[in-house]
């Protein structure tokens, strides 16, 4: 039947009826949309961060990565008093009218001509990162189901532990985590799986699960729309637009000032996990993800961690793996710049920390949810931990920023290179294997469960 049809059937047959309280309809029987978007917007002006409680000011962010981007924002800077000065008298009806203008002038904030952002190629599909990168081929993988199951496994294990710690302490520097906690070696609390990040990768490989190497951005995202239930800065953005039938590419580009921080990179270890060995498909598959709420040098921070999981099943040195992963980048993004400037840093130094504060220093002028930073704090923690999975989880513990995200993408290729032994109980323990979650379908499983989906994923490419 065709929808006129149903429409018009619909009103052919709505009896009408008087209603004797029409107020109540309007008011005290309706949950209030108006006081869900004030809390909204307070919570984009200042909100915790879930886990650790880190002040976290996203709108804030928006102007300062929107000019990390080589715009002009003094008109939206202008607006920052005027909305503090309305969070802080609750003027609820400023809050929402100066939001939506600075999301305005951040979408109109002309270019700045000389900035260095305007420096670097801007890189808008895989084929252009293929003009400039020629990826190895290495021999077919020849593990046995056993060993590949342990591997994958284990790399969920690192991948969750190193969430679980760095969900804790997220959103601080090193200065203030080692005045407050000292040397962190381990969890500071008894560890929880719930952590926003991996609910993309678990999208991930239902969409790949299910439709291997036919896999679209559309795909993953309807994943999105239809599982998660809970989403922040450039993936809230992608989420919206992709609610009002806005999908992929346009999904991570319309109104999302967001979209070259963090969140594709704190993905890219699912797609290096189902393309094993195989750098370029790994490449390809964080392209396609990525490009559901990021661009350019978002993008190629999936790219990073992607190919820096899929070479762990190759590779067994951790620093090799770490090089060859940074040689695979385009060499003319900005991207490159900051993980090379950070592997030559670490060059010069023979510990961790005076390599990390000169990076800190370099990209301070990022929020701490950004790409680079944290794509700097991962380049420090493989260089001098090498394939300790302890160190590794010490150094970025204590180089701070967004340190769930880091954690738990550099603790995956511990579990793939090295297996259960690579990894000390201490970690998997608090888990006993389980996995709880806010996405659909999977909010009470297990990491074994986890590994054999992934598995899925992995053969359904090559079928």
Request: glycine fraction near 6%; hydrophobic fraction near 40%.
């Amino acid at each position: 039947m065709k929808a006129w049809e149903i429409t018009a059937n619909l009103l052919k047959s709505a009896k009408p009826r008087l209603q004797n309280e029409e107020g109540r309809n309007w008011t005290e029987e309706k949950v209030s949309i108006g006081k869900l978007d004030i809390e909204e917007q307070r919570r984009h002006w200042f909100s915790l961060v879930p886990g650790s409680m880190a002040p976290d000011c996203t709108l804030l962010g928006a102007i300062q990565a929107t000019e990390n981007k080589g715009r002009d924002v003094s008109k939206a800077e202008a607006l920052i008093p005027i909305l503090q000065k309305a969070y802080d008298e609750n003027d609820d009806i400023s809050i929402l009218k100066y939001t939506a203008k600075l999301y305005k002038v951040l979408k109109d904030a002309p270019v700045i001509e000389d900035h260095p952002y305007w420096k670097y190629n801007f890189y808008d599909t895989f084929e252009d990162h293929l003009a400039e990168v020629e990826f190895p081929v290495y021999p077919p993988l020849n593990f046995s189901k056993e060993d590949i199951f342990e591997r994958i496994h284990a790399g969920w294990i690192g991948q969750i532990a190193g969430g679980a710690l760095g969900t804790m302490i997220e959103g601080y520097c090193t200065d203030k985590l080692r005045e407050t906690f000292g040397e962190i070696y381990g969890y500071l609390r008894e560890p929880s799986t719930y952590n926003d990040d991996v609910l993309f990768e678990l999208a991930f490989l239902n969409a790949v699960r299910d439709k291997g190497s036919n896999i679209t951005s559309e795909d993953i995202g309807l994943e999105w729309v239809s599982r998660i239930e809970y989403t922040w800065t450039a993936e809230e953005v992608a989420f919206k637009n992709m609610k009002r039938g806005i999908f992929p590419p346009e999904s991570a580009k319309l109104s999302n000032p967001w979209n070259e921080w963090i969140g594709a990179q704190m993905r890219g270890a699912i797609c290096g996990m189902v393309a094993p060995g195989n750098p370029k498909l790994a490449a390809e598959l964080a392209w396609i993800d990525g490009s559901i709420s990021h661009i350019n040098n978002g993008i190629l921070g999936e790219t990073f961690n992607a190919i820096l999981t899929s070479l762990s099943f190759v590779e067994k040195d951790v620093k090799k793996i770490l090089k060859n992963t940074i040689e695979l980048i385009p060499a003319k993004s900005e991207y490159y710049s900051v993980i090379k400037f950070t592997w030559d840093t670490c060059e010069r130094y023979s510990s961790w920390e005076p390599a990390w504060r000169e990076c800190e220093e370099k990209f301070r002028h990022y929020n701490w949810i950004h790409a680079y930073p944290n794509a700097a704090a991962e380049v420090v923690a493989l260089y001098f931990s090498g394939n300790n999975f302890d160190e590794c989880m010490h150094i970025i513990a204590m180089c701070g920023q967004d340190v769930d995200c880091n954690a738990s993408q550099i603790g995956t290729i511990y579990g793939i290179i090295q297996g259960y032994a690579g990894i000390d109980k201490k970690w998997s323990k608090p888990f006993d294997d389980k996995f709880d979650s806010l996405f659909r379908g999977y909010e009470h499983t297990t990491l074994s469960n986890l590994a054999k989906v992934t598995i899925e994923a992995m053969n359904a490419l090559n079928q």
